[in-house]
Structure formats: C-alpha cells, structure tokens
C-alpha cells in the first residue's frame, strides 16, 4: 500500500513510516476514542423521591370510615346513638356497621362463626350473581352457551340427562358427575379450611402460605380489601335473593329482564309487573 492512514487503537494514534500525505498535513484536533469506552459504567440513576406523608394519612383516614369507635354505622348520626350499638360490636372486623338486631354475635364463638358463615356466603354468592348473568349475556350474542344459557333452564338440562355446552363446545358432565367434583373438590377444600391444614394466622382471608396474588403484603391495603369484599358480597346475595324471586315472576334470565326494562324503562319495571300490565311467562 503507497500509504496508510494514522490508526486509533486503544487510545494511541499510530503513524506509520510512507504516509506522507497525512505526515505533511497541518495537525488537527482529533477526538481520541477508546475500545474499551463503551465498558465504562454508567453514572447511577437518581434516586426516586420517597412517597409523601399523605398517602399514610390517607390511608389512615380511609381506615377510620370502617373500623375503630368512628367508624360508619348502619345510621346516620341523629338517627342511632353510638351508646346504642352493641359493646361486642367495636369495629374490628371488616364490615361491623354495628348492626345485629337479633343478638347472635353474643357470645364470642357464635360471633367468629357467624362471620365465617357470612364470609362464605358472600363469596359464593358473587360467583353466582356472576355464572347467572355472564352465561345468558354471552349466548344472546352468540357465544353458543346452550340453547338458551339461563341458569335455571341450564340446571333442568342436567335434571333431563344432558350434557353442558359451552362456546359450541359440548362439556361431556351431567349431574352425578357435577355433584360428585363438587362433594370432593369443594367440600374438601373447606374441610381443609375448618381445620386449618395449613396453620392459617387467619383462616377467612388471604395471607400467611396462601397469597398467590399478593393481597395481604401490605396489612392497611388488606384491611380495607376485606372491607370491599365483604360489602360486595352482601349486594350480591340480595342480588340472587333477586334473581330467584325475578325467574319465578317472569319466567326469564336478569340479562333478558335487564334488556327489557332498558327498552321501555315505563313499561317493564317492578310496578308493571306487580300490576300484571307487563308480559309474564311463569315458567317455574
């Protein structure tokens, strides 16, 4: 080669002898690079500001709504004294609006088991609100959840011998089978639950080995997640109180009632029908 250009390696500058071009040419200010630059660590990034004192205040007062000597009462002020709630009924427990008009939670062992009681129910009831409604709103359009997918009308295929259809998928389960898978599956699990198997702190709500999702790892958000559940859980079993006593009026799914009441909101309501002005088909 007539010549070679000046080479940067690691950091130096060569210049080899025949380069007369680059020999002869005014100096310039050339940026030294180095191989091993890019390996240089990085300058650590900022620190991220710690959270405000509001968020505990907050959260403080959130709690406060619903647990402790303060908390809301099934009352407003005016309307109840605090003297007049019950001294077994303080606000430790999540949803203790202080209202117990019959006295059952008296005696400690009564209280703690008519929580669990409570609890348990409240969660199969928003199951349940949520198998009644889902199913019947997918088939109206068109999932193919059976030939109607209304919950009762799905149990009486059972009681006939048929199988489930879910999504054009035919779920080869009749009712000796969904009946046993219920025994064994969840009458285990609650066995499992009442002796504590698991040597549970707290044997209603998530925590200690059993917390896939985390609900527990920060007790004040989990105080008031308990909260959330238990108020969801009363709506929802008035919610199926409701759709029992609406199937056997009308004769429908709540999606299908749902749709009509929307459709003409004066003339399918709770008057039209107790007036007999509505269409009814009593089918149960």
Known sequence: MAALAPTKMLGTRLNFAGSSTYATAAPR?????????????????????????????????????WYGPDRRIYLPNGLLDRDEVPEYLNGEVPGDY????????????????????????ARWAMLGAAG????????????NCGPEAVWFKTGALLLDGNTLNYFGSSIPINLIVAVAAEVVLVGGAEYYRITNGLDFDDKLHPGGPFDPLGLATDPDQAALLKVKEI????????????????AYV???????????????????????????????TPSL
């Open 98 to 121: 202080g209202y117990d008009p019959f006295g059952l939670g008296k005696k400690p062992e009564d209280f703690a088991k008519y929580q669990a009681f409570e609890l348990i129910h």
């Open 250 to 280: 009308t004769g429908q799914g709540p999606y299908e009632n749902l749709c009509a009441h929307l459709s003409d909101p004066f003339g399918n309501n709770l008057l039209t029908v107790i007036s007999g002005a509505a269409e009814r």
């Open 132 to 143: 009644f409604i889902i199913p019947e709103a997918l088939n109206k359009y068109g999932a």
């Open 29 to 65: 200010a050339q940026k030294i690079v180095s191989l091993f630059d890019r390996f240089k660590s990085k300058p650590a990034p900022k620190a991220k500001p710690a959270p405000v004192a509001s968020t505990a205040v907050g959260i403080d007062d959130e709690l406060a709504k």
């Open 231 to 246: 108020k969801n859980g009363r709506l929802a079993m008035f919610s199926m109180l409701g759709f029992f006593i609406q």
